[in-house]
């Protein structure tokens, strides 16, 4: 771990400076009939004292006469420079201290005693807090304070005037401390699982020694390099930018094969990598000796990186690894765009799956989720032979897409996969382009064998995509083609730049059913647009003020609409949206308490369905109804048994 080291050495040439600048000299010995003062300086913090930011301790000094002083010390002042991240709190003086004040300023306290007579002591504790904006990073910390005694034989103040003699000092004395904040020295997750599998690539891997196998468990074997060269890594992808402060590393757990030289290297955007150093030079990692021994090490200096590689340079028999990793996740960092999209979870409803499969192929399109234990044959998502059948998703609103994993069939030893497919992408549904990179088309790789199609084989896209349907198609396989699948990236709908009103979502409608009228937002970057929309018959629409961004709630007993801006601040509109005026949270929070406010209805991201009725409905006093779908908004007149679609929702880029 990295040792910070504080020291404020400017007090003293502060305090000499002030001197000089009266013309007096800085006595270190007192003469006949002058008085000297020595001072004990400590603190109260013990190793057992678990610290962090915020946390609290005490420091204490004591100032008296040695037995050569021969007169009172007057104008005693005891300056503390303190360090930026530590703050004076409460101050406790001892009963025998006379008269005194104190002078905080921004890097320094100072105590001044108006005297301290020969047979006295003045003595303080007081306490401070420590880093309380959490400008520390965790870890081990060395904190120096240095501490001036400075004081007079003859001093007068009478607040307005200062009347002193000759100044007196004793040797500047500094206070040191050792506090370590925890926190960033847990596993971050490859034996817990915290770190998904998703996370982990390989320059390569053999068939059942892939980059999830490099988990440290007797359950997993190892990840193992499939070609034997001094290119080889397992990568490691955090979900946000992380402090890593350790490793730890094993061998194959099940043969004798084990990596015993490596280099660590991280980089911020996949591209650029840097290799870890210290004192300058790159440093090179001595890892195992057996298999089964684990070999950790503490870095001198901590990385903080979204990505890293153990890259191995020297190896018995095999390139093999089981790895952790220690630190923390930088709380704050832009998250990155690799988490799941919900195939495998469900997030991405069975209605969003389609695909273009005809009997007597048996084939279901929500058999293609990842690791879906599909009972039935295929057991998985099935295109027919010599066909080029697609198996089609619909995410509901754009998202980008950074990277696919693909396995075979289930429950076999002898599964079905798809070693290769095309991967096609559109806003509409209608136009499609095929994933390229550098401008040609190219095909994504699944599994290469039986081996590996048991697991997810996550492919990066070097040039992600940006879409609302994606396509697998797949083109060949040594058999059936059959498939499971996940796909990670992203939201990318628009977004408000602020956050900090729970009931805003990016897309939300509301019906005020006295009035009749009926309020639809969807974000929008432009400013000169509007993001949202009012109409009281399905024909007519008026556009809302384009500061405002979202309307949130309706107060029944005069109609106030709340809505709110980019910023996240109120407003209230009294005349159904023609006008807008800032309103404080408390407004809204007593409107919330005296009365049910109508509360705007939040669109799903993940909403597919077309059916006016599947999701949201509402009806106006007067027996109109308005209804919300995968496809826009829907109104039926009063009397009526179909609905009319009136808007449709506006999407990527159109």
């Not at 401008?439 to 040039?463: F, N, Q, T």
Request: overall charge negative.
């Amino acid at each position: 771990m990295e040792r910070k080291v504080v020291y404020v050495a400017i007090l003293f040439l502060r305090l000499l400076q002030s001197v000089c600048c009266e013309g007096h000299g800085i006595q270190r010995r007192s003469s006949n009939g002058d008085p000297q003062l020595q001072m004990t300086v400590t603190h109260f913090l013990n190793n057992s004292m678990s610290m962090t930011h915020g946390s609290e301790y005490e420091y204490s000094f004591t100032v008296q006469h040695s037995s050569q002083s021969q007169s009172d010390a007057r104008g005693v002042h005891v300056t503390w420079m303190l360090t930026p991240f530590i703050a004076i709190n409460q101050v406790t003086p001892s009963s025998t201290t006379g008269s005194f004040r104190i002078d905080p300023k921004g890097d320094s306290v100072t105590f001044m005693i108006d005297k301290i007579q020969l047979s006295e002591e003045a003595h303080f504790n007081f306490s401070v807090t420590f880093d309380s904006n959490s400008s520390l990073k965790t870890g081990r910390h060395h904190i120096v304070t240095p501490v001036q005694l400075l004081y007079y034989k003859e001093y007068t103040d009478d607040g307005h005037v200062i009347t002193k003699g000759t100044p007196f000092s004793s040797p500047l004395q500094t206070v040191a401390i050792e506090i370590e904040i925890p926190g960033c020295s847990s596993a971050l997750g490859m034996a817990s699982g915290d770190i998904k599998d998703y996370q982990l690539t390989a320059s390569s891997a053999y068939s059942d020694s892939q980059p999830n196998q490099a988990r440290p468990s007797e359950v997993n074997d190892a990840w193992c390099a499939s070609i034997t060269d001094y290119q080889q890594y397992i990568q490691l992808d955090f979900t946000r930018k992380t402090r890593v402060t350790g490793i730890v590393t094993y061998g194959r757990s099940k043969k004798e094969h084990w990596t015993t030289k490596y280099l660590i290297q991280f980089s911020n955007d996949d591209v650029i990598w840097h290799n870890y150093k210290e004192n300058g030079f790159v440093k090179e990692f001595s890892g195992n000796y057996d298999r089964s021994t684990p070999v950790s090490y503490q870095l001198s200096h901590e990385i903080e990186a979204y990505s890293i590689r153990v890259k191995v340079l020297d190896w018995v028999k095999l390139i093999c690894m089981r790895f952790e990793v220690f630190g923390c996740s930088i709380e704050g960092s832009p998250e990155k765009c690799i988490y799941p999209l919900g195939l495998e979870s469900g997030y991405i409803p069975g209605e969003a799956l389609s695909h273009s499969v005809k009997p007597p192929t048996v084939s279901r399109a929500p058999d293609i989720r990842l690791n879906k234990e599909v009972l039935e044959f295929p057991n998985g998502w099935q295109a027919e032979i010599g066909e080029l059948d697609y198996l089609q998703v619909d995410f509901g609103s754009l998202r980008k897409v950074t990277r696919v994993a693909t396995q075979g069939s289930s429950g076999t030893d002898f599964p079905f996969y798809v070693k290769s497919f095309q991967f096609k992408y559109s806003n509409t549904s209608t136009e499609w382009f095929e994933y390229s990179e550098n401008g040609i088309a190219k095909e994504l790789s699944g599994p290469k064998d039986i081996h590996e199609a048991k697991y997810p084989i996550v492919v990066k896209l070097l040039e992600p995509i940006t879409a609302r349907y994606v396509r697998f198609i797949p083109t060949t396989a040594p058999s059936l083609k059959v498939m499971r699948a996940e796909l990670y990236g992203c939201m990318a709908e628009p977004m408000p730049p602020y956050s900090g009103v729970p009931e805003y979502t990016r897309r939300a409608v509301l019906l005020d059913p006295e009035s009749g009228w009926f309020f639809v937002c969807m974000y929008t970057e432009q400013r000169s647009e509007s993001s949202c929309f009012s109409s009281s018959n399905g024909q007519d629409w008026r556009d809302v003020d384009e500061f405002i961004v979202g309307i949130i709630a309706l107060d029944p007993r005069n109609g106030e609409l709340f809505g709110v801006d980019s910023r996240m601040n109120l407003h209230r509109s009294t005349n159904h949206g023609v006008s807008w005026k800032v309103v404080s949270s408390k407004h809204f929070d007593n409107a919330k308490n005296e009365t049910s406010l109508v509360m705007s209805k939040g669109i799903p991201e993940n909403m597919v369905s077309t059916e006016p009725n599947s999701f949201w409905s509402a009806a106006t006093l007067s027996g109109r109804k308005w209804a919300v779908s995968g496809s826009g908004i829907h109104m039926m007149t009063a009397g009526q048994s179909e609905w009319s679609m009136v808007a449709s929702w506006k999407c990527c880029g159109n």
